[in-house]
């Protein structure tokens, strides 16, 4: 009877001091430590620049310069050079080449402001150059110029635009006219003069009188073809 009261007294025990024991809570996880940034990699090496249009400015250019006065009496000095070539059979036959004979040389020189465009980039300078009787004593020179759709712009941002202006050398409304420091090379094609003439104000979109002159240093290109099959120019 004993025994089984101290068993009784022993599981009362048990059962007590295991109720009273509570389990410790888990202690947290540790936050794991931030990744370090990456180094910033290099920048990459600059790319060339295009080859951009090197077919089309292979052949010289014409550098001119307009001196006079705009319309609403401010003067203006620009300088300009035409130096893109018309690459296109039509334009290089109607435009470009040169035909000699014995008592004649004509050069035809046109060339586009900036590169060639129907609607946008039409700004054009043209220009004949007739040597007569070359290498004689009564040799002489005369010269057809020719500009279209040019503006000149001026720094108060106004502009007066010179369209469709052609004029010959023994037009009554130039003066001064001069060709100098010409030269050809036949090996190479080169064409190389300076020009310089002054057209009186009725006759360009000044309304005043206007200076024109230029250096031209281009390639002559020669149109092959057969006899009597040369196309005319037209200037």
Do not use: W
Not at 33 to 43: F, V
Not at 47 to 65: A, C, P, R, W, Y
């Amino acid at each position: 009877m004993t025994k089984n009261y101290l068993k009784i007294a022993l599981l009362c025990f048990l059962s007590i001091t295991l109720s009273n024991c509570e389990g410790e809570d888990g202690s947290n996880g540790i936050n794991g430590i931030d990744g370090i940034d990456g180094i910033s990699g290099e920048n990459g090496a600059n790319g060339e620049n295009g080859v951009g249009f090197d077919e089309l400015t292979q052949f010289g250019s014409i550098k001119v310069t307009f001196t006079g006065t705009r319309p609403d009496d401010v003067p203006f000095n620009d300088t300009a050079e035409f130096k893109f070539t018309p690459i296109e059979g039509d334009q290089l036959e109607d435009h470009s080449g040169i035909v000699i004979d014995e008592d004649e040389i004509s050069y035809r020189v046109f060339r586009f402001l900036s590169t060639p465009d129907d609607s946008y980039q039409e700004s054009t300078l043209g220009v004949k150059l007739d040597i007569i009787n070359p290498g004689q004593e009564d040799e002489s020179k005369e010269l057809f110029f020719a500009v279209d759709d040019y503006a000149i712009i001026s720094d108060d941002f106004k502009y007066v635009v010179l369209d469709e202006g052609e004029y010959n050398h023994d037009d009554d409304e130039i003066s001064n006219f001069s060709i100098t420091n010409y030269s050809f090379n036949e090996e190479t094609n080169n064409l190389v003069f300076s020009f310089f003439f002054v057209v009186d104000g009725d006759s360009n979109d000044t309304g005043n009188e206007l200076t024109i002159s230029g250096d031209v240093n281009v390639t002559v290109l020669e149109n092959v073809s057969l006899p009597g099959d040369t196309p005319p120019f037209p200037f």
